[in-house]
């Protein structure tokens, strides 16, 4: 069956490092792969999407990576700001049909 | 949140009870999802809905029931079959295909 993996449960970071999440699968091919940010008590927000024949996707200060030889996403934060801290899940389309499957998160916390 | 209206915010179930979640949107998106989500957990795909009167089952659909009679509403059933009711609940909605998905705020629901 399809398998997701966020590598990390937690990342701590200085206020102005990059941050990098990483987003790993197996057993299919997804034809996208999308970015979400979750509050604590909130819904997660979409940030990001990015189909399988782009390498790369930016908007602001956010750059996502895909992969599909290495089957893996890279989700980077260039200067990080306190207010980054968050949760985030990276999600992809399941093997012919519509519902996302959801990783379980990477909790970032940037430290001033 | 934006066009997508979870309530209530708070929930809490007595044992042998129903509870119903609601879940309305003014997006006029076609596709509705229900998530559960737990402490440290990703989100778990209960029901889904494409289309009006019709839906389908997602990965933990037991004890878990589902309508779609118009395109605005999809509310759950949490039945007293499901004995480990305590999460949170977000409904999502989204477009069919490359697109995003968009969440609520969610429902806390617990067992007294």
């Known amino acids: 069956s399809q398998k997701i993996e966020q590598n990390s449960e937690a990342l701590n970071i200085q206020e102005g490092k990059t941050a990098t999440l990483t987003c790993n699968y197996t057993?299919?091919?997804?034809?996208?792969l999308q970015w979400y940010r979750q509050d604590p008590g909130r819904g997660p927000v979409f940030l990001l999407l990015?189909?399988?024949?782009?390498k790369e996707k930016r908007k602001e200060r956010l750059k996502v990576t895909f992969d599909t030889t290495l089957k893996q996403s890279l989700f980077h934060i260039t200067a990080s700001q306190p207010a980054d801290s968050a949760t985030y899940l990276c999600?992809?389309?399941?093997?012919?049909?519509?519902?996302?499957?959801f990783g379980k998160g990477t909790r970032l916390s940037v430290i001033a | 949140d934006g066009g997508i209206t979870q309530s209530p915010k708070y929930l809490f179930r007595k044992e042998g009870q129903n509870v119903t979640l609601s879940c309305e949107q003014n997006?006029?998106?076609?596709?509705m999802y229900w998530y559960r989500q737990d402490p440290g957990q990703g989100l778990r795909l209960i029901y889904y809905?494409?289309?009006?009167?019709?839906?389908q089952k997602g990965d933990i659909a037991e004890g878990y029931s589902v309508s779609r009679e118009k395109k605005e509403s999809f509310p759950l059933t949490v039945t007293s079959a499901q004995k480990n009711p305590t999460a949170f609940y977000l409904c999502?909605?989204?477009?069919?295909?490359?697109?995003?998905?968009?969440f609520g705020a969610g429902t806390r629901l617990s067992v007294l």
């Open positions: 999600a992809l389309d399941r093997a012919g049909n519509t519902p996302l499957v």
């Open positions: 057993n299919y091919s997804p034809a996208y």
């Open positions: 990015i189909r399988e024949n782009e």
């Open positions: 997006l006029n998106h076609d596709a």
């Open positions: 809905s494409q289309i009006v009167n019709d839906f």
């Open positions: 999502a909605t989204g477009g069919v295909g490359f697109t995003a998905q968009y």
